[in-house]
Protein backbone atom coordinates (compact mmCIF):
# COMPACT_ATOMS: atom_id res chain seq x y z
CA UNK A 1 0.00 0.00 0.00
CA UNK A 2 1.65 3.16 -0.54
CA UNK A 3 1.34 5.44 2.38
CA UNK A 4 0.57 8.92 -0.09
CA UNK A 5 -2.08 8.02 -2.23
CA UNK A 6 -3.91 5.18 -0.44
CA UNK A 7 -3.65 2.67 -3.20
CA UNK A 8 -2.34 -0.64 -3.85
CA UNK A 9 1.64 -0.27 -5.29
CA UNK A 10 1.97 -1.44 -8.65
CA UNK A 11 4.85 -2.32 -10.93
CA UNK A 12 6.36 -0.53 -13.71
CA UNK A 13 3.65 -2.57 -15.70
CA UNK A 14 0.54 -1.19 -13.67
CA UNK A 15 0.49 -5.12 -12.23
CA UNK A 16 -0.67 -4.55 -8.41
CA UNK A 17 2.49 -5.69 -6.02
CA UNK A 18 1.62 -8.69 -3.40
CA UNK A 19 4.21 -9.79 -0.77
CA UNK A 20 4.64 -12.87 0.68
CA UNK A 21 6.64 -14.06 3.84
CA UNK A 22 8.59 -17.50 2.88
CA UNK A 23 11.08 -19.38 5.32
CA UNK A 24 14.35 -20.74 4.81
CA UNK A 25 15.00 -23.62 7.02
CA UNK A 26 18.95 -24.24 7.54
CA UNK A 27 21.00 -26.32 10.16
CA UNK A 28 21.45 -23.43 11.92
CA UNK A 29 17.63 -22.15 12.12
CA UNK A 30 15.42 -20.49 10.06
CA UNK A 31 14.89 -16.54 8.44
CA UNK A 32 12.00 -15.13 7.09
CA UNK A 33 12.43 -13.72 3.85
CA UNK A 34 9.48 -11.02 2.34
CA UNK A 35 9.32 -11.41 -0.84
CA UNK A 36 7.53 -8.81 -3.30
CA UNK A 37 5.90 -10.37 -7.00
CA UNK A 38 3.71 -8.62 -9.20
CA UNK A 39 0.13 -9.80 -10.32
CA UNK A 40 -2.86 -11.85 -8.09
CA UNK A 41 -1.29 -14.38 -6.14
CA UNK A 42 -1.38 -18.16 -7.10
CA UNK A 43 -4.65 -19.57 -5.69
CA UNK A 44 -4.23 -22.05 -2.51
CA UNK A 45 -1.29 -20.06 -1.24
CA UNK A 46 -1.08 -20.68 2.15
CA UNK A 47 0.98 -20.99 5.42
CA UNK A 48 3.09 -24.10 5.57
CA UNK A 49 2.55 -24.85 1.84
CA UNK A 50 6.15 -25.58 0.02
CA UNK A 51 6.36 -22.72 -3.08
CA UNK A 52 8.47 -22.78 -6.03
CA UNK A 53 9.79 -18.81 -6.81
CA UNK A 54 10.39 -18.08 -10.44
CA UNK A 55 13.54 -15.16 -11.20
CA UNK A 56 14.16 -14.14 -7.39
CA UNK A 57 16.53 -11.14 -7.37
CA UNK A 58 17.96 -10.03 -4.51
CA UNK A 59 19.07 -5.78 -4.05
CA UNK A 60 20.80 -4.26 -1.11
CA UNK A 61 19.36 -0.74 -0.16
CA UNK A 62 20.80 1.86 2.26
CA UNK A 63 19.10 4.87 3.78
CA UNK A 64 20.67 7.15 6.09
CA UNK A 65 22.05 4.54 8.96
CA UNK A 66 19.91 1.98 7.75
CA UNK A 67 20.14 -0.68 5.31
CA UNK A 68 19.00 -4.10 4.02
CA UNK A 69 18.13 -6.77 1.57
CA UNK A 70 15.08 -6.67 -0.44
CA UNK A 71 13.35 -9.97 -2.56
CA UNK A 72 11.97 -9.26 -5.59
CA UNK A 73 10.50 -12.35 -8.02
CA UNK A 74 8.38 -12.69 -11.24
CA UNK A 75 6.23 -15.78 -9.70
CA UNK A 76 5.29 -17.35 -6.68
CA UNK A 77 3.49 -20.61 -6.94
CA UNK A 78 2.78 -24.13 -5.26
CA UNK A 79 5.82 -26.68 -5.63
CA UNK A 80 5.42 -28.87 -8.45
CA UNK A 81 3.54 -32.33 -6.98
CA UNK A 82 1.96 -30.10 -3.97
CA UNK A 83 -1.96 -29.70 -4.47
CA UNK A 84 -3.17 -25.76 -3.64
CA UNK A 85 -4.80 -25.62 -0.40
CA UNK A 86 -3.15 -28.81 0.84
CA UNK A 87 -0.76 -28.41 3.82
Known sequence: ????SKQQKADANGEP???VELVAFTD???QVFTVKFPGS?????RQGL?????GLVVSDWAMND?????????KVEAAQGQKAGAA
Do not use: C, Q, W
Open 1 to 4: MDFT
Open 17 to 19: LYS
Open 28 to 30: EGA
Open 41 to 45: PAPGL
Open 50 to 54: PVKVT
Open 66 to 74: RHGLSFRAI
